[in-house]
């Protein structure tokens, strides 16, 4: 294992690993329990400086999402009529593309963002990914059409997701897109330190609960039901999310272009000024 490698896994804060732990020598079912409600539960991580000048020039609004009963905050920038659909991932934040945003205002775009539930201002503390898609329906019932979108991580899992069930754009872009819902769910408990029969066992909890098949939102199952062009874009040294899903999620894509960069991670590659350029040139193609 590399050193980049052991220190993404070593995000899991060390108290949490110890409770886990604890939790699993007197009972797996604490145990499962403990992670599963960990697993929904969202960092809300304080705004940095760099993305408060996308947030104090938007125009704000809430929505509420009747299918969930959660309402959003809904961060509007720029003014035009061609909107693009911005969505972050896990954890995240609406202004968390910022630069992504002002290259898009500089070229005629206005941008639509969203805060999903129990992430940046939106209420709540739990989450989960069909949130995300939903919320990515309801913008477009709300405030679309949307000419194009792109999507973080999780954000663009949930974009081929919201495509693959109706949501109308001309093109997407995902960046470090994460793929097989079950691999997540193993990490995850990898992560706290808990044997994989811990996943297991979410696994079939969260389905018994939501009447559903967690491999139905893996992103190449979504992939295969999408047809407009795609651009994918990850960095070989992600480490929290691994390249080999970019492969994965295209190699089910009919139409698609692949970017893989180095030495950008998961997170920075947002702000890389290649990457951007290459965003703005696949848009702006016909």
């Known amino acids: 294992m590399s050193k980049n490698k052991k220190l993404a896994q070593t995000k899991v804060p060390r108290h949490i690993v110890i409770t886990a732990k604890i939790l699993y020598l007197f009972s797996s079912y604490l145990a499962e329990k403990f992670a599963r409600k960990l ?3 969202p960092i809300r991580y304080k705004t940095p400086k760099r993305e408060h000048p996308m947030f104090k020039n938007t125009n704000k609004s809430v929505l509420y999402v009747p299918t969930i009963n959660k309402t959003i905050a809904v961060y509007e920038y720029g003014q035009s009529d061609k909107k693009v659909l911005l969505i972050h991932g896990w954890s995240g934040r609406g202004t968390q593309l ?3 945003a002002d290259e898009l205002v500089k070229n005629g775009y206005s941008t639509l963002s969203f805060d999903a539930p129990a992430h940046g201002k939106s209420k709540g503390n739990k989450a989960m990914m069909l949130d995300f898609i939903v919320c990515i329906l309801e913008l477009e019932k709300k405030h679309g059409p949307f000419e194009f979108a792109i999507g973080h991580s999780l954000g663009g899992m949930s974009l081929l997701n919201a495509i693959s069930r109706g949501l109308d754009v001309k093109k997407a872009v995902i960046i470090s897109s994460g793929n097989n819902v079950i691999e997540i769910l193993e990490d995850f408990v990898e992560r706290l330190g808990l044997p994989i029969r811990i ?5 079939r909890n969260i389905e018994r609960k939501y009447g559903m098949e967690m491999e139905s939102l893996s ?5 295969s039901e999408v047809e407009i062009p795609i651009l994918a874009i990850h ?3 992600d480490f929290d999310v691994p390249v080999h899903t970019a492969y994965e999620i295209t190699k089910n894509l009919s139409n698609h272009e692949l970017m893989i960069t180095n030495e950008l991670g998961h997170r920075k590659i947002l702000g890389d000024k290649a990457v951007i350029q290459r965003i703005m040139t696949f848009i702006l193609s016909k």
């Open 39 to 41: 697993f929904f539960t």
């Open 219 to 223: 992103s190449d199952i979504a992939a």
């Open 199 to 203: 996943a297991q066992k979410m696994k």
């Open 235 to 237: 960095d070989n040294h």
């Open 98 to 100: 910022f630069k992504i």
